[in-house]
């Protein structure tokens, strides 16, 4: 065996990545100079991660986040607080920082309360309920009406006007076989967001809507409504899943039960509120933008730790990484929290907006919203050859835990830049647990590991130094 | 375009798997019947995902285990009611079940008590630790003496006899950097096992130990003491992190501290204990065996819950869900529960000397023994040739959420069975979290999530099934 073979069969993992990088990447053999080039990116990205999991700094700033703010619900106190906070948090890291200013809503919940009435043993009566974003009050004292349930709007629109006057409860379980749990969530969440519409056009009371967790236990989960405008307003709230299984359990066999159900939010004018924007100015190319973001707006029964606090801290230390790790992208990094994510997104909207106006050229955007878990995969949106450029950084990636790179990428946030051509990506964290938390009192800092929350930072930081140095 | 082609390009993921696969797996091109046998599998796999993400029936297999045994260390009265609880929970699932009776060490946990001595201020001066398995006691009342910190072997070594009558302070930090924390397990834990004897032989009195987990907390991780024969005993114990951290502080810049410490710990006669085991026996090929498996002891600090308490319910659930699927499997499947690991694995190896000593043939052997978590991964080893057959069954794996396949494979318990030829495979979890809570008070069903949890089960159940069809 001639030495050459013997060194080519004796290759560390290292070589192995370089090949694979060289034969996806680059148009011929590799030349020296495309390997050393790559190798010095496979040591920074070893950086990052190292000095991440040595510092697990994207947690302490999660434990001050959810902490001194605290729920950060959009046109809220603290959702100001957190404004303010994050911004002086992102100027102590020596970022240049800015407050691009938007209106945003103003929902305040107020009492709420759900019991069977007539209900026998006494002392079971009260149901763990929470109002759903932008619901109406009830009238006054509250209203008692009986209980109809349905499993989908075609139960529902089979009913017609028997549901008049009623409580329309849905209860569709979401499913537990995906394993993206996405998946399941988007079924089930439909009756959230259409169901008062869909109950209030055949006459109905109010509605009462399973949780969407695959958790069988007493916390409600709360989310938006998406009202009609040309159909009545009805209160609507999310019912706990054990509860809603105990509801479901009385109404066997057509029996006659009776729900008292009181809730006292309401809508408020309008309130000024602001995107938080951090960045670290590009050396050479500042005028092209490499965009990390989240959504700093929560919900307010938990302290919106994973749903986003997670992904502001995680584009705040994937920034914080590579400036403390003393290096200078040429492209300019920006940090971009927006507000008003869970009441329409409007924060992303302006904020793209204001981008056009501006002709500020963001070349990529990455947002993490689907919980501070531990990253699996990474999405890359745009074109077949924006992908299969990408596609060949997989071996950064790989050694920080990144087991898939596919085509597809977005985020609520994010999603109107690309209509300027910005490329959408970002990493995809394990699904499984999400949903347990997801819009409730769960989503606290407890519920958030710190190694996993800090390897979304460090995927963040590794592919944004990366499209920094080398564009798209 | 011809029709042919079209209907190439658009090949559904399924149809490319079933080429992935017969391209890896098949001599030639892929009859009609190969592709229908592959369907098959992969409606099985399916099946059994959704049956099981649908009962996590795992989960309440350990809610009783945990619950009802409780903590089952080696040798113990709650070690005893898990075997008994074990074998009639497989009866109740309809499987044929028995014992196969090995003796077991009997070391019992006493009163344990460290304290900084002359300390100031006052009431600070508790340390969390606990002794570590099979310590010797330490002499009746306890024992003072000053501690001196090393954080290698070699330090230790240098200090020669400057240790005798001291008590030697291992404070090795469990490095955070590398992703597989098991690798860093590995380093922290030789301190723990081989600590003691290595200070004795300098005269040290006794041994503390930093606790071997990844988290700043005060909870000391036990784990077993391997005394040198040649070399006297000295107590051994483990100190939370957090009171590492503290005590190193104390010690800094030559200061002298003495610690007092009593161990209450003592070794008693061995007693009599069990495998469990359980299987269904194959209808064409009985006398072959794929067994699945786990080890029934823990420690005592938690309720070994992930640690293996997680892989003795998954073990039990493959089965289960194969059984209740109505799938009659070729070969047998057979469960065992090993007893024993903890202390040196003798359950293992009991059971390899027992299953050549019946010349039974187990063609391959799974075990799971790295915590209840997110399985991401699936290792085979034996031949190359092996591998290579097996491999080409990752479709199967993957929508149940295994990400790669790869040589490798084993655990204490089925390990000494690979000398008669039986392959080792097994899934392979996340580690992020495992030292969190192994061989802690952690260690408890809180800690371990549902789905998680089954989707072991269920990555068990589709490999073993397909390896009682197909062999090896």
Redesign the interface.
């Known amino acids: 065996m001639s030495k050459r073979s013997r060194l080519n069969r004796r290759a560390s993992p290292g070589a192995l990545i370089l090949l694979g990088l060289c034969l996806t990447r680059l148009p011929a053999a590799a030349s020296p100079q495309a390997v050393l080039s790559f190798q010095k990116y496979a040591d920074i990205a070893e950086r990052i ?2 000095s991440g ?2 510092s ?1 700094t994207a947690f302490q700033m999660l434990r001050e986040l959810t902490t001194k703010a605290g729920p950060r619900l959009t046109g809220s106190a603290a959702a100001a607080r957190a404004v303010e906070m994050t911004r002086m948090m992102m100027k102590d890291m020596g970022f240049e920082t800015w407050l691009e200013p938007i209106m945003v809503q103003h929902w305040v919940r107020g009492v709420e309360e759900a019991r069977l009435v007539d209900t026998d043993p006494p002392g079971t009566s009260a149901l763990k309920i929470t109002a759903l974003g932008r619901s109406v009050p009830t009238p006054g004292p509250g209203l008692t009406a009986p209980v109809i349930e349905v499993r989908s709007f075609e139960e529902l629109q089979k009913l017609g006007l028997r549901v008049k006057d009623k409580i329309v409860f849905f209860n569709k379980r979401m499913n ?2 995906p ?1 993206d749990t996405f998946s399941a969530y988007g079924e089930a969440a439909q009756f959230r967001s259409l169901g008062a519409s869909e109950a209030a056009r055949a006459g109905a009371a109010a509605v009462l809507v399973r949780s969407a967790t ?1 958790r069988t236990d007493d916390f409600p989960h709360t989310g938006m409504v998406q009202y009609d405008p040309q159909i009545p307003k009805i209160p609507a709230a999310a019912v706990a899943t054990a509860d809603a299984d105990r509801l479901s359990d009385r109404l066997r066999n057509g029996a006659a039960v009776n729900v008292f159900l009181r809730l006292g939010c309401r809508e408020l004018p309008p309130v000024p509120s602001a995107n938080v924007v951090g960045q670290i100015r590009g050396t050479e190319r500042p005028e092209e933008i490499i965009l990390v973001g989240g959504h700093l707006d929560s919900w307010d029964l938990g302290t919106g730790a994973h749903d986003d606090g997670a992904g502001c801290v995680q584009a705040m230390e994937a920034v914080r990484l590579i400036k403390d790790l003393g290096l200078r992208p040429k492209r300019t990094i920006r940090i971009v929290l927006f507000m008003n994510e869970e009441f329409g997104s409007s924060g992303g909207r302006d904020y793209a907006d204001a981008a056009r106006r501006k002709t500020e050229r963001h070349l990529a955007a990455m947002e993490s919203d689907r919980g501070g878990f ?1 990253p ?1 995969g990474f999405g890359i949106g745009g074109s077949r050859e924006t992908f299969d450029k990408l596609k060949a950084w997989e071996p950064l990636l790989q ?3 990144i ?2 790179v596919r085509p597809g990428g977005g985020g609520g946030d994010i999603g109107p830049l690309a209509r300027t051509g910005t490329v959408l990506m970002g990493f995809v964290p ?1 699904s ?2 999400y949903f347990d938390v997801h819009h409730s009192a769960l989503d606290v800092l407890d519920s958030v ?1 710190p ?2 929350l800090e ?1 979304g930072a460090v995927i963040m930081a590794i592919m944004a130094y990366g499209l920094a140095q080398e564009g798209i």
Request: cysteine-free; proline content about 9%.
């Open positions: 991660r190292i999991l040595e697990e537990p076989a394993m695959l531990l699996l050694p920080s835990g087991l898939w394990d499984q647990k590991h190694r996993e390897l």
